[in-house]
Each structure stands twice: as C-alpha cells, then as structure tokens.
C-alpha cells in the first residue's frame, strides 16, 4: 500500500484522483475533510457509505470515468437481509492508490 497519503499523484503535478484509469484500486482512508466544512451538504447516505468504505479498509476498483473526468466506484453493503448497491464520484482528497502485490 502507498503510504503517501498527500492527494497529489507521485509527478506531484496532479490531484491523485485526475490520474485514475478504470480498472486502477484505490483505498478510501478518511472520509474527506471538505464534508466536515461549514455550509458544505452531502447527504446522510452518502455519508454513511463514506464511512462504512473507511471502515472496511478494503481496495477499490475504479469502475469508470464520466465526461467530466471524475472515477467512479461501484460497492455493495448487506443490510436487512439484502443488498444495496452505490455508486460514489471521487473529486478530493481521503484516498490512495493501492500497488499491486508481487
């Protein structure tokens, strides 16, 4: 695991998240600190998958990238006998990339 934790890509030029290509693993360390800012919104959902997906500590897979260039994740959680599926954008910080094992 990448133990960088800075929100730059390893050239130092980018924001990690601009450098993701589908099929690229990140890990989601910390619920981003921009949600913690006064007058910023995010839904409770939204919020309470943040903090299962830290909680978890399991990779990531990017899943694609929309039009406007942000990596989408796809997970699923069992709650009440059934499954839930979300899909999250990631556009900050609160995340590193995962290098494969040899």
Same mark, same amino acid.
Request: aromatic share 14%; charged share 35%.
């Given at each position: 695991?990448?133990?960088?934790?800075?929100?730059?890509?390893a050239?130092?030029?980018?924001?990690?998240?601009?450098?993701?290509?589908?099929?690229?693993?990140?890990?989601?360390?910390?619920?981003?600190?921009?949600?913690?800012?006064? %007058? *910023? *919104?995010?839904?409770?959902?939204?919020?309470?998958? *943040?903090?299962?997906?830290?909680?978890?500590?399991?990779?990531?897979?990017?899943?694609?990238?929309?039009? *406007? %260039?942000?990596?989408?994740?796809?997970?699923?959680?069992?709650?009440?006998?059934?499954w839930?599926?979300?899909?999250?954008?990631?556009?900050?910080? %609160?995340?590193?990339?995962?290098?494969?094992r040899?």
């Open positions: 695991m990448n133990r960088n934790r800075s929100t730059q890509s050239s130092g030029k980018k924001p990690l998240w601009k450098t993701l290509k589908v099929g690229d693993r990140i890990r989601l360390f910390e619920v981003p600190r921009e949600f913690f800012q006064e %007058g *910023y *919104y995010i839904h409770r959902d939204t919020m309470r998958v *943040y903090k299962k997906l830290v909680a978890r500590k399991r990779p990531l897979r990017i899943a694609w990238i929309d039009e *406007y %260039g942000h990596p989408w994740i796809v997970c699923r959680f069992r709650e009440k006998g059934r839930h599926w979300h899909s999250l954008a990631f556009n900050h910080d %609160g995340i590193v990339r995962v290098l494969r040899r």
